[in-house]
């Protein structure tokens, strides 16, 4: 049986009472290290464990020991002592710990027993450990008891100050909250063992805030400690909070944190006007709806509590003015409601109240929530454009108005003081075909062209009104002109009818029913009479029934109707209006006789219908097919035949007589070397005869280093031109390998040049060159550098300058 070592502790008291329960931990005896836990009236009991172990009366014993956490010692700390009655003191018995922190925090001297903790321990991190320990022969390594289990328990020291986790705090409370208004719950934690002691009992103090708030001791609440805190006056204030443990006791430790307290606004200031009375300029000639004029109360709340409403309550411009809130600013904005005339009335004023929008009914008793404001308005004359008595005047005319006739009068008077003259004038922008004229002095409006009411209704026109005096000063009015029917316009088939009748048809059926249309419009509305024409009135086909009601019908007088004897027919309908005079006119009505089927519905109508059935067999029809087949055989055969004759006598597929680009890569010595060319042969006076050669392949270019030819003879007019194409064309005529289609042969032949001849040096170069250049001193300043190079006839000069 195996037994803790004694040891003394200062908690005695405390510890004992934790020795009223007996442990079954096998046949181990252990006691705290710092408690004797071994009471010498126990006695051990025998007893077999096993089958020759004997087993012995237990202690009372504990299965736990106490360790103080954060020791700071250099040398291990010493926990407890394990100890065997197996154990007799020779080094027989080994003691082995395994577990939680066994061998890395935790070890035991395997020969006494005793264990002792080799890091720092941290109750915070792990409050306790949970070990085996085993009593084994230490020749055998065999158990000599059975493993037994127990803990050793983490003591908790104040080493851990309380802390705000939520903090830094921000809160708000209104203005002029009562004393002791809860503002906002602080809370701090403290991480040690709230069971043992009071290293985890917190109290809170407030350290800055005083005398505005205060904070409950125990449970963190701040409240408001001064009535009427106000807003306007100071809006934010800064706690720092003070949470200390050990029940704020000396040498407790402390955390703090800060608390932002913001006063929110309420509605506890009216709105105040800085001035008792504004004035304010307002020209005559402001439009309708303009701003006026701002003014602005000032409320020292914020938000929702300085929203303002302003009105007028008195004054002379009441209906002329209004004013409204601006939501954005709080201004009251004056609008003008009227037109000002500064002849009729040059000032107005007006009582304005401005008044909170939401108004808190515990601050009443502070007096009126509204204030009062006097505000003049001075009308400023303005020079004003001429206005109409009637700004829109409405005029009407005849379409048979004649040019000259007078429509109508319009007036307009200056409103300033002056009186000025007015000038009337059309703005042709609105009439643009100048129907219309006005005369300038009186405004009498007259036709100026024949008018067409079906072409133009109504004619909106503008008229300026402007002053003698002050041609900028222009006025605008509108006349509005509507033209008068006159029945001018005969009346006509509302369609283009096509009417069809069907060769069955009875005598008495009704084919047609037309109606008819006129441009005119009479007030009484169209009445329209139908009938046949005096001619057509006896015809023994067809008659015309008048319906009464604009409309007629045309009507069969017969039947057995024929395609073959006529195909077609056409029944001239008079129409005549009821307007004064009366107009008429004759329309044609096509009727076509078709044949129908049963239902009466129209097959085929006219004589193309029938014209295969009357002169052509199905044979013909057939021949007529077979020739246009064969025809177009024939066409193809012969475009075939033309495309393979145009096709060249001799083709090279890599060259084109045509088409052919020669290119030389020869470089000279510049103009210092007349040794590589015969400079001579580079003039362009004559041309060398080429030997004739074959029109199909590429002709030879002559080098520049063959002797000079025979130059052609200079002919006036260009003749060389005419004699070198003649001679070419000559040549491709007789040649006979040359292909039987047009081409296009291209020569490269410059003439002999100008009267003035070559201007280049290559000539110089020449010794048989006699060319005197003294004539082009003579030609003007623009020659004047070549006479000076050439003139003089040393072929020297030019290279020397």
């Given at each position: 049986?195996?037994?803790?070592?004694?040891?003394v502790w200062t908690?005695?008291?405390?510890?004992?009472?934790?020795?009223?329960?007996?442990?079954?931990?096998?046949?181990w005896?252990m006691?705290?290290?710092?408690?004797?836990l071994r009471?010498?009236?126990?006695?051990?009991?025998?007893?077999?464990?096993?089958?020759?172990?004997?087993?012995?009366?237990?202690?009372?014993?504990?299965n736990?020991f106490?360790?103080?956490?954060?020791?700071?010692?250099?040398d291990?700390?010493?926990?407890?002592?394990?100890?065997?009655?197996?154990?007799?003191?020779?080094?027989?018995v080994?003691?082995?710990?395994?577990?939680?922190?066994a061998?890395?925090i935790?070890?035991?001297?395997?020969?006494?027993?005793?264990?002792?903790?080799?890091?720092r321990?941290?109750r915070?991190?792990?409050?306790?450990?949970?070990?085996?320990?085993?009593?084994?022969?230490?020749?055998?390594n065999?158990?000599?008891?059975?493993?037994?289990?127990?803990?050793i328990?983490?003591q908790?020291?104040?080493?851990?100050?309380?802390?705000?986790?939520?903090?830094p705090?921000?809160?708000?409370?209104?203005?002029?909250?009562?004393?002791?208004?809860?503002?906002?719950?602080?809370?701090?934690?403290?991480?040690?063992?709230?069971?043992?002691?009071?290293?985890?009992?917190?109290?809170y103090?407030i350290?800055e805030?005083?005398?505005?708030f205060?904070?409950?001791?125990?449970?963190?609440?701040v409240?408001?400690?001064?009535?009427n805190?106000?807003?306007?006056?100071?809006?934010q204030y800064?706690l720092?909070?003070?949470?200390?443990?050990?029940?704020g006791q000396m040498?407790g430790l402390?955390?703090?944190?800060?608390v932002?307290?913001?006063?929110?606004?309420?509605?506890?200031?009216?709105?105040r006007?800085?001035r008792?009375?504004y004035?304010?300029?307002?020209?005559?000639?402001?439009p309708?709806?303009?701003?006026?004029?701002?003014?602005?109360?000032?409320?020292?709340?914020?938000?929702p509590?300085?929203?303002?409403?302003?009105?007028?309550?008195?004054g002379?411009?009441?209906?002329?003015?209004?004013?409204?809130s601006?939501?954005?600013?709080?201004?009251?904005?004056?609008?003008l409601?009227?037109?000002?005339?500064f002849?009729?009335?040059?000032?107005?004023?007006l009582?304005?109240e401005?008044?909170?929008r939401?108004?808190?009914?515990?601050?009443?008793?502070?007096?009126p929530?509204?204030d009062?404001a006097?505000?003049?308005?001075?009308?400023?004359?303005?020079?004003?454009?001429?206005?109409?008595?009637?700004?829109?005047?409405?005029?009407?005319?005849?379409?048979?108005?004649k040019v000259?006739?007078?429509?109508?009068?319009?007036?307009?008077?200056?409103?300033?003081?002056?009186?000025?003259?007015?000038?009337?004038?059309?703005?042709?922008n609105?009439?643009l075909?100048?129907?219309?004229?006005?005369?300038?002095?009186?405004?009498?409006?007259?036709?100026?062209k024949?008018l067409?009411r079906?072409?133009?209704?109504?004619h909106n026109?503008?008229i300026?009104?402007?002053?003698?005096?002050?041609?900028?000063?222009?006025?605008?009015?509108?006349?509005?002109?509507?033209?008068?029917?006159?029945n001018?316009?005969?009346?006509?088939?509302a369609?283009?009818?096509?009417?069809?009748?069907?060769?069955?048809?009875?005598?008495?059926?009704?084919?047609?029913?037309?109606?008819?249309?006129?441009?005119?419009?009479?007030?009484?509305g169209?009445?329209?009479?139908?009938?046949?024409?005096?001619?057509?009135?006896?015809?023994?086909?067809?008659?015309?029934?008048?319906?009464?009601?604009?409309?007629?019908?045309?009507?069969?007088k017969?039947?057995?109707?024929?395609?073959?004897?006529?195909?077609?027919?056409?029944?001239?309908?008079?129409?005549?209006?009821?307007?004064?005079?009366?107009?008429?006119?004759?329309?044609?009505?096509?009727?076509?006789?078709?044949?129908?089927?049963?239902?009466?519905?129209?097959?085929?109508?006219?004589?193309?219908?029938?014209?295969?059935?009357?002169?052509l067999?199905?044979?013909?029809?057939?021949?007529?097919l077979?020739?246009i087949?064969?025809l177009l055989?024939?066409?193809?055969?012969?475009?075939?035949?033309?495309?393979?004759?145009?096709?060249?006598?001799?083709?090279?597929?890599?060259?084109d007589?045509?088409?052919?680009?020669?290119?030389y890569?020869?470089e000279?010595?510049?103009?210092e070397?007349?040794?590589?060319?015969?400079?001579v042969?580079?003039?362009?006076?004559?041309?060398?005869?080429?030997?004739?050669a074959?029109?199909?392949?590429?002709?030879?270019?002559?080098?520049?280093?063959?002797?000079?030819?025979?130059?052609?003879?200079?002919?006036?007019?260009?003749?060389?031109?005419?004699?070198?194409?003649?001679?070419?064309?000559?040549?491709?005529d007789?040649?006979?390998?040359?292909?039987?289609?047009?081409?296009?042969?291209t020569?490269a032949?410059?003439?002999?040049?100008?009267?003035?001849?070559s201007?280049?040096?290559?000539d110089?170069?020449?010794t048989?060159?006699?060319?005197?250049y003294d004539?082009?001193?003579d030609?003007?300043?623009?020659?004047?550098?070549?006479?000076?190079?050439?003139g003089?006839?040393?072929?020297?000069?030019?290279?020397?300058?």
């Amino acid at each position: 049986m195996m037994h803790v070592g004694s040891a003394v502790w200062t908690g005695l008291t405390v510890m004992t009472m934790l020795l009223l329960a007996q442990w079954d931990v096998g046949c181990w005896g252990m006691t705290l290290n710092s408690i004797p836990l071994r009471p010498a009236s126990l006695r051990p009991f025998r007893a077999s464990v096993g089958a020759s172990l004997q087993r012995h009366k237990r202690n009372w014993v504990w299965n736990q020991f106490f360790v103080l956490e954060e020791y700071t010692g250099d040398d291990p700390l010493y926990v407890g002592k394990l100890h065997s009655d197996v154990d007799k003191g020779d080094g027989k018995v080994k003691y082995v710990l395994n577990g939680e922190g066994a061998t890395s925090i935790f070890t035991i001297d395997e020969n006494t027993g005793d264990i002792h903790a080799t890091k720092r321990l941290d109750r915070e991190e792990q409050a306790y450990y949970t070990l085996r320990a085993q009593a084994r022969d230490r020749a055998t390594n065999l158990p000599v008891e059975p493993e037994s289990e127990f803990v050793i328990k983490v003591q908790d020291i104040n080493d851990n100050e309380p802390k705000f986790l939520d903090g830094p705090y921000n809160a708000q409370v209104p203005e002029m909250s009562p004393v002791g208004t809860s503002v906002v719950e602080v809370k701090a934690t403290d991480a040690d063992d709230p069971t043992y002691g009071n290293s985890a009992r917190v109290v809170y103090s407030i350290l800055e805030g005083q005398p505005y708030f205060s904070v409950e001791p125990k449970t963190g609440i701040v409240r408001t400690a001064l009535p009427n805190m106000d807003r306007e006056a100071r809006d934010q204030y800064l706690l720092v909070i003070q949470a200390k443990d050990m029940v704020g006791q000396m040498g407790g430790l402390s955390g703090t944190t800060s608390v932002t307290v913001t006063l929110t606004d309420v509605n506890d200031n009216p709105p105040r006007f800085s001035r008792k009375s504004y004035q304010f300029a307002v020209p005559e000639s402001l439009p309708v709806a303009s701003v006026v004029a701002k003014i602005k109360a000032l409320d020292s709340d914020i938000g929702p509590n300085a929203e303002m409403d302003y009105r007028i309550i008195e004054g002379d411009g009441l209906g002329v003015f209004r004013v409204a809130s601006d939501k954005d600013t709080q201004e009251g904005v004056i609008t003008l409601q009227k037109n000002l005339d500064f002849e009729t009335k040059s000032s107005y004023t007006l009582k304005i109240e401005v008044s909170n929008r939401n108004i808190d009914p515990r601050f009443l008793s502070q007096g009126p929530f509204s204030d009062t404001a006097m505000v003049r308005l001075t009308v400023e004359n303005v020079d004003e454009p001429p206005i109409f008595s009637t700004p829109l005047s409405k005029m009407g005319v005849s379409e048979a108005a004649k040019v000259g006739t007078i429509i109508g009068t319009v007036s307009a008077l200056d409103p300033d003081s002056t009186n000025s003259p007015i000038r009337y004038s059309i703005d042709r922008n609105t009439d643009l075909e100048r129907f219309f004229n006005i005369e300038a002095t009186t405004g009498v409006i007259s036709t100026a062209k024949p008018l067409d009411r079906e072409a133009n209704a109504v004619h909106n026109i503008t008229i300026l009104a402007i002053k003698s005096l002050d041609p900028s000063q222009v006025g605008k009015g509108v006349a509005l002109i509507t033209v008068l029917d006159i029945n001018d316009n005969a009346p006509v088939f509302a369609i283009e009818y096509e009417t069809f009748l069907c060769e069955r048809v009875g005598p008495g059926q009704v084919i047609e029913t037309i109606s008819a249309v006129d441009k005119d419009e009479p007030p009484s509305g169209h009445q329209f009479f139908f009938s046949l024409t005096a001619e057509t009135a006896g015809n023994m086909n067809f008659t015309l029934r008048d319906n009464k009601d604009n409309t007629a019908s045309i009507l069969t007088k017969r039947g057995g109707f024929q395609r073959r004897e006529q195909s077609m027919y056409r029944l001239p309908v008079l129409i005549m209006d009821s307007g004064t005079p009366a107009l008429s006119s004759t329309n044609t009505l096509s009727i076509r006789v078709c044949d129908c089927d049963p239902d009466g519905t129209p097959q085929s109508c006219g004589t193309e219908a029938f014209t295969l059935s009357a002169g052509l067999s199905t044979g013909a029809l057939v021949a007529i097919l077979a020739c246009i087949i064969t025809l177009l055989v024939l066409v193809l055969l012969i475009v075939t035949m033309r495309r393979r004759k145009k096709e060249p006598l001799i083709l090279d597929e890599d060259r084109d007589v045509r088409e052919n680009i020669v290119r030389y890569d020869d470089e000279g010595g510049g103009e210092e070397d007349t040794e590589a060319f015969d400079m001579v042969a580079l003039r362009n006076l004559n041309v060398v005869r080429d030997s004739k050669a074959r029109r199909d392949v590429t002709p030879e270019v002559p080098t520049l280093y063959c002797s000079r030819p025979p130059p052609y003879k200079i002919t006036p007019d260009n003749g060389i031109f005419r004699e070198f194409i003649w001679d070419r064309l000559k040549d491709a005529d007789v040649d006979p390998s040359a292909p039987p289609y047009d081409s296009l042969q291209t020569y490269a032949f410059e003439g002999s040049g100008s009267v003035a001849e070559s201007l280049s040096s290559l000539d110089s170069l020449s010794t048989d060159s006699e060319q005197n250049y003294d004539y082009l001193s003579d030609w003007g300043p623009r020659f004047r550098k070549l006479a000076d190079l050439y003139g003089h006839g040393d072929s020297s000069n030019i290279f020397s300058s």
